[in-house]
């Protein structure tokens, strides 16, 4: 064989291997994280979620992927921290409430008016207390809170009539998450609180099995509650926040530099999607009261923050001094 045809065998099976490896898919990201959350992609958890995926895999180079799993998917709200805590799931957006029953300090973010401004949450979720919260629930749950993310007043909605006093409140069926904190506000304000799972909460307002709710503003219009709640009413009574949550066994399985940058990028996520929030509650809310059909009241708030100081230090009497150490923290970051 001679050098030339030689020469020619190399450089065609070169080329092969050259054609054949860049024919190949590109690799795989190294880590995924499959993160859940219950309700539609186009609500506030999808667009929390989709920010992140877009910071974090940038930030990666792909490295690590994340697959948005809506709609109760990968577990429901209600058994999401159960899951984290035990591995099967890597990473979900919990409503605070809703961690309540599996780390009970939590609770203090859903007492009543806790919050006397937005100004005032963003000094405490973003500041020592929040930072303090984040430790504990890690030391003492294993899961991880990468953000508290943007926080929505709970708006209050019925079927029945409108709201303009506490004393409207009376007798009304209200559905309320299974939190001993919400249960005993709306008892507080005159109405009989029916604690159900939100996978259960869409069927029973639609057949009148309870009489009425509340969510984050934003949640009304995306879960179409409008369609039958005719009766909106802004108390701004609770503060709905949407954190984020990752289980410590999706954690372990990242490198340091990775674990910084989910960090960095929940991070990131939930002070972008807090901006764009802020500005659309009114939106919403005239939304809601125009295209969307419900009469909207604005009652006086002064019998509904009266009964809710009282709750705050039953509770906090009640929960033991780490839960009076807490909301004191709390109430220092209103000065």
Known sequence: MNKRHLFKLVSSAALSVGLTVSALPALAADVT???????????????FGNIFKEKLEAASGGAIEVKLRCCNQISSEDEAFKAMQLGTVDGFFITANNVSPHWPLMDVTVLPYIFTDTEHLQRVVDGPV???????????????????????????YNSVRPVNSMADMDGLKIRVPKNEVMIATFEAFGAQPVPLAWSETPTALQTGTVDGGDNGTSFIRDMKFYEFEPHLVILEHFVSMAPLFASDAFMKRLSDE????????ADAAGKELRVQVQNETDEIRTWLSTEGGMAMTTPDKADFIRVSQGLQIEFAEKRGAEFVDLVAKIQEAAK
């Open 258 to 265: 990775h674990r910084a940058m989910v960090l960095e990028a």
């Open 130 to 156: 929040g930072q303090l919260m984040k430790d504990k629930l890690q030391a003492e749950t294993s899961v991880h809170l990468l953000s508290f993310g943007p926080a929505l007043y709970r708006d209050f």
């Open 33 to 47: 994280m499959n993160l859940g959350f219950g309700a539609p992609e186009a609500s506030i958890y999808g667009r």
